[in-house]
């Protein structure tokens, strides 16, 4: 786990403006408070797929899934873009991530004293969790053998946050990881992430390129998608 630079000054919405030595300098002070508070916990499950059909042909006159049914646990993730984007995997791995409350904590008494610097630490801790949640990733790919599809999220396109419900309880988040799920299905502590990363044929020597998240959405108009630099 880490909190790259450029991924932090990304989440700033920093778009290639010049930078002086202040301000990095203040970037890396503030990763280095995330990382010295992140308490990092993970759960994770393994399902075999089942995909829905929906009504009427995809866009390309194949097979259209309304979503996927996770065997044995009588759940349905009703969404079409995360059936689209398993399609071809007959497994995936539910996967839930937390940095941990004592960051959450230490945000909140950052923001009652200095907001600047409570600013450059929540950016610094969104990119933490998700440093974590690819590294859960990388170690499961490696212990499968297998690659593995880029985290698909609840709120990503069509797929919806109620989900984060099921998904929590399937992995019993509250009791192994202290990670919670509302009643407006958001996590707590905040700085969690809930996913599913499909299980592909492919194996993992064969896997190349991003698998980043962005990847999978189609929200191409987002402030913060990350887009491949090109050379």
């Known amino acids: 786990m880490n909190v790259p630079r450029g991924e932090l000054l990304r989440l700033l919405g920093w778009h290639g403006q010049e930078t002086d030595g202040a301000l990095l300098a203040k970037l890396d ?35 259209k899934y309304a979503g996927v049914a996770l065997e044995g ?28 409350e004592e960051a959450e904590r230490e945000l909140l008494r950052l923001s009652g004293t200095d907001m600047n610097a409570a600013l450059l630490f929540d950016a610094a801790a969104s990119c ?45 988040t509250d009791v192994r990881i202290g990670l919670c799920c509302d009643e407006s299905f958001l996590l707590t502590p905040r700085k969690s992430v809930t996913a599913v990363a499909g299980i592909t044929d492919r194996s993992r020597a064969q896997e190349s390129g991003c698998a980043h998240k962005c990847a999978g959405c189609a929200k191409a108009d987002c402030a913060f998608r990350q887009r491949e630099e090109r050379t």
Do not use: K, M
């Open 29 to 63: 002070e503030a990763a280095a408070r995330c990382l010295s508070f992140a308490r990092p916990r993970s759960a994770v499950r393994r399902f075999s797929l089942t995909f829905l059909p929906a009504d009427g042909p995809a866009a390309d006159g194949g097979q």
């Open 73 to 100: 646990t009588g759940v349905v993730l009703h969404s079409a873009d995360l059936a689209a984007h398993l399609q071809g995997c007959r497994e995936a791995y539910l996967l839930a991530v937390t940095i941990g």
């Open 128 to 172: 933490a969790v998700e440093s974590y949640a690819d590294d859960v990733c990388a170690d499961l790919a490696e212990g499968c053998g297998h690659a593995l599809t880029a985290r698909f999220s609840c709120g990503y396109g069509d797929f919806p946050l109620q989900a984060q419900r099921d998904i929590c309880a399937l992995l019993r």
